[in-house]
C-alpha cells in the first residue's frame, strides 16, 4: 500500500517534514516498526494525532501491523475522546519515534481489512466511526494520482489536521503511496506555505483564502505545478484573486469521509470556478433528482467507498438506496455537455462546514444542553467569509455568558466546533411537532432577548 516504504522510489534523507522535524522513509519505517510491534493483535488503536511525526510512525505502524488506527482530535476535549474511544475499543498508545523495530511479521492485512476509522459527525447524535478499508485507500489514491499526475517527482505541501482524510488520507498517505516528498506545515499559514516550496499545494478554502488575502505569500506559490482545493466550496472571488497572485487557476475536489475523493478537476484540463470536475477513474454518479430538475441529491459507487459505520449497521444501511448507491447529502448538478459537477449545497441545513470541518449541529446542541444554564439551544451554520459557515449557537438562557458558552462546547467536544457566537433568545421557534424552525432562526426572525 505504501509503495514508498516498500522502497519502490529509493530512500532519501528529506522523504518527510511535519512540523519543522524531517525524516527518511527508512527512519520512519523503524519508527513504524516500532508500533507495529506494539498493537499487532489489538482489534483497533488510538493516537492523539497531533500535527507531528508520531501522529504519521503511528499511521503507518498501524498498516503494517494489520490494526486500524483510530486518530483522536488532539483538540478534542473529555467528552469527545471517551466517546471516541469507547465506541471503536481503541486504546490509545503512545509513539516515540526515536524507537526502532522491524515490523512483526505475522498475518498480513487483506485490502479490504480496516486500516483506519476515522470520527465523522452526521446532524444529530455523536459522530460516527467511518470504517476505510486499505483498499479503498488504495484505490483512491491511485485514482488522484492519475487525475492530479502525481508522482514521485512532487512536493506535496499542506498544513491540513491529520484526523481527517484530506490531511491525513490524501496529505500522508498519498505521499507515501506516490513517493511524493511531504512537507506538511504544522499550522496552515500562508507564510508557511509560501516558505515550503513545493510542486503541489493541499488547502481547504479557508487557507485558500487566507493566503489570497496576503498577497506575497501567495506569489511564492507561482512555481508550483498544481495547487488543490476541497472539503468544502471554494469561493469564486478566492479563486480569482489565487490565479490573479500565482498564475494559476486551483483544482477542485470533492470528497467526503465515507467515500474519498470522488470528483475531481484534472491537472492539464479545463478548470472552471465554481465546479469540482468530474469522476475520478472507478467512480460512477447520479443525481436523484424530480423529472426535469437537473439538480438534486448526488449519489455514487465505486471502490473507493467505506466499509460501513463502526458497529451501526442500521446508520450503514440508510446511508444507501435501494439499488446500492451511497447518498451523500449533497445537491449537485451535472453540465450534461462535459459531465462537470457542480455542488449546489447540502440537503440538511444540521450538517455545518466550517473553515472544511464537518459538524453535525445535533453534537453541538447537545453539548450546549448539558451546560446547566441552558434550557433549549438551536445551531446553525451562518455564511462567513473567512470560514465558509460559522457555528451560531441560539440558546435560552439566563445566567450564563457566551463566552461561558463557548468554552464549555470547546473543552467538552473539541475546539474547532466551539460556536463562534452565541445568541439569546427569549425561545426557539418551533413547530407543530415541536421541530425547531432553523429557517426562522437564519432569516432573523426570533425573539432576540436583548
Ligand atoms: C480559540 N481558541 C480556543 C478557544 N477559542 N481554545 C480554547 N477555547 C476556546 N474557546 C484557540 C484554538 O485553540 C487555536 O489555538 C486558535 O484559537 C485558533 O482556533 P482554530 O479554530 O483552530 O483556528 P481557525 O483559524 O478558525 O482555523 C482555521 C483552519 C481550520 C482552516 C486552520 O479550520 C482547519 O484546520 N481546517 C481544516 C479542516 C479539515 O481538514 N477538514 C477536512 C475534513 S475531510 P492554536 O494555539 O492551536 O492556534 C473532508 C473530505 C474532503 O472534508 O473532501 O476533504
Ligand atoms: P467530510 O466528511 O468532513 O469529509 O465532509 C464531506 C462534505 O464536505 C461533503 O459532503 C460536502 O458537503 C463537503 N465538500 C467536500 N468537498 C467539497 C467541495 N469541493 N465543494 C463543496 N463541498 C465539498
Known sequence: ?????????????????????????????????????????????????????E?????????????????LPPDAGPAEREHILRDSGAAEVGVDFARRADAPSGKAAAPGDPALILYTSGTTGPPKGVVLSGAAIAADLDALAEAWRWSADDTLVHGLP?????????????????????????????????EAGGSLYFGVPTVWSRIAAEPEAASALSGARLLVSGSAALPAPVFRDLELLTGH???????????LITISG?????????????????????????????????????????????????????AYTEDGWF???????????????????????????????????????????????VREAAVVGVPDADLGQRIV????????????????????????????????????????????QKKLLLEGRQGDRN
Open 393 to 436: 449557537a441560539y440558546v435560552v438562557a439566563d445566567g450564563v455568558t457566551g463566552a461561558e458558552l463557548t468554552d464549555f462546547v470547546a473543552a467538552h467536544l473539541s475546539v474547532h466546533k466551539r460556536p463562534r457566537e452565541v445568541r439569546f433568545v427569549t425561545a426557539v421557534p418551533r413547530n407543530a411537532m415541536g421541530k425547531p
Open 249 to 259: 487557476r486551483p483544482v477542485e475536489r470533492y470528497g467526503m469521509t465515507e467515500t
Open 327 to 373: 447518498r451523500t447529502g449533497d445537491i449537485a448538478a451535472v453540465d450534461e455537455k462535459d459531465g462537470v459537477h457542480r455542488i449546489v449545497g447540502r440537503a440538511s441545513i444540521d450538517m455545518i462546514k466550517s473553515g472544511g470541518y464537518r459538524i453535525g449541529a445535533g453534537e453541538i446542541e447537545n453539548a450546549l444542553l448539558d451546560h446547566p444554564k
Open 162 to 194: 491529520l484526523f481527517h482524510v484530506h490531511g491525513l488520507v490524501l496529505g500522508v498517505l498519498g505521499a507515501l503511496r506516490t513517493g511524493s516528498r511531504l512537507v506538511h506545515t504544522g499550522r496552515p499559514t500562508p507564510d508557511a506555505y509560501a
Open 266 to 318: 484534472r491537472a492539464g484540463g479545463e478548470v472552471r470556478p465554481g465546479t469540482v470536475g468530474t469522476p475520478l477513474t472507478g467512480i460512477r454518479t447520479r443525481i436523484a433528482a424530480e423529472p426535469g430538475a437537473g439538480i438534486g441529491e448526488l449519489q455514487l459507487t465505486g471502490p473507493t467507498l467505506f466499509s460501513g459505520y463502526l458497529g451501526r449497521p442500521e446508520a450503514t444501511a440508510a
Open 55 to 71: 501522529t504519521v510512525a503511528a499511521v503507518v505502524g498501524g498498516l503494517l501491523a494489520g490494526v486500524p488506527c483510530v486518530p
Open 1 to 53: 500500500m505504501l509503495t514508498a516504504l516498500e522502497g519502490a522510489y529509493g530512500d532519501r534523507g528529506d522523504a518527510v517534514t511535519v512540523a519543522g522535524r524531517t525524516a527518511s522513509y527508512e527512519e520512519l519505517l523503524g519508527a513504524a516498526g516500532a508500533v507495529a510491534a506494539d498493537v499487532a493483535g489489538a482489534p483497533a488503536f488510538a493516537v492523539t494525532a497531533t500535527a507531528s511525526l
